[in-house]
Structures are given as structure tokens and as C-alpha cells.
């Protein structure tokens, strides 16, 4: 499976960017897709997931700015990203988890100026 990501860009502070993850070949009932953020010189760290089954999760530094969601009909996770901040600045990965295997994308730069 391939993961192709876009949608990263630079934007202002306050400002917002949609992200879009689509999955290339097979995926299974029971998958997990998510977003994964690696700022420069720091470690890479969870943003959401979402489950096939519906449910979702957020690390606590994007509750109620960042809304992730899917397309199972696509094969595709989004990551909405509003009132971004500038230390919202880094390369976003999504990612697969299925069947024991994970599988991750290319990074999307996303930068957001004060």
C-alpha cells in the first residue's frame, strides 16, 4: 500500500489548511489512518487517528482546532487544520495500520508564519 499526502502549504497564523491522505491499493475493515507531525529536530508525535470503525482521537494540542475525518468510499483520511499557530509548523505524515503492518506516507510541509 501507498500513501500519497498533499495539501501542505505556508499560511498565516489564524489561518487554515485541509490536508489529504490517499491510500493506493488494498486496505481492510478494521484499519486505522492517521496523522503523525515531525518538527524539525524533534521527535515525530501523534495528531489524530481515526478508526474504521468511527471512532477518532486527538493529541491534546490540537482539540478543538483540528478535525480529522474519512472516505472510506476513497481510501482517504483529511486533517482539517484551523487557527493554526505557528508552532503548528512541521512535516505531516499520514499513516495506515493494518494487519499488522503500518505504512506511511511522503510528509506534506505544512508552515505557518506569526
Known amino acids: 500500500v501507498q500513501l500519497q499526502a498533499s495539501g501542505g502549504g505556508l499560511v498565516q497564523a489564524g489561518e487554515s489548511l485541509r490536508l489529504s491522505c490517499t491510500a493506493l491499493?488494498?486496505?481492510?475493515?478494521?484499519?486505522?489512518m492517521g496523522w503523525y507531525r515531525q518538527a524539525l529536530g524533534e521527535q515525530r508525535e501523534l495528531v489524530a487517528i481515526?478508526?474504521?470503525?468511527?471512532?477518532?482521537n486527538y493529541a491534546d494540542f490540537v482539540k478543538g482546532r483540528f478535525t480529522i475525518s474519512r472516505d472510506n468510499t476513497k481510501k482517504t483520511v483529511y486533517l482539517q487544520m484551523n487557527s493554526l499557530r505557528p508552532e503548528d509548523s512541521a512535516i505531516y505524515y499520514c499513516?495506515?495500520?493494518?494487519?499488522?503492518?503500518?505504512?506511511w506516507g511522503q510528509g506534506t510541509q505544512v508552515t505557518v508564519s506569526s
Open positions: 491499493g488494498s486496505i481492510f475493515a478494521g484499519n486505522v
Open positions: 499513516q495506515l495500520q493494518q494487519r499488522g503492518s503500518v505504512y
Open positions: 481515526s478508526l474504521s470503525s468511527g471512532g477518532v
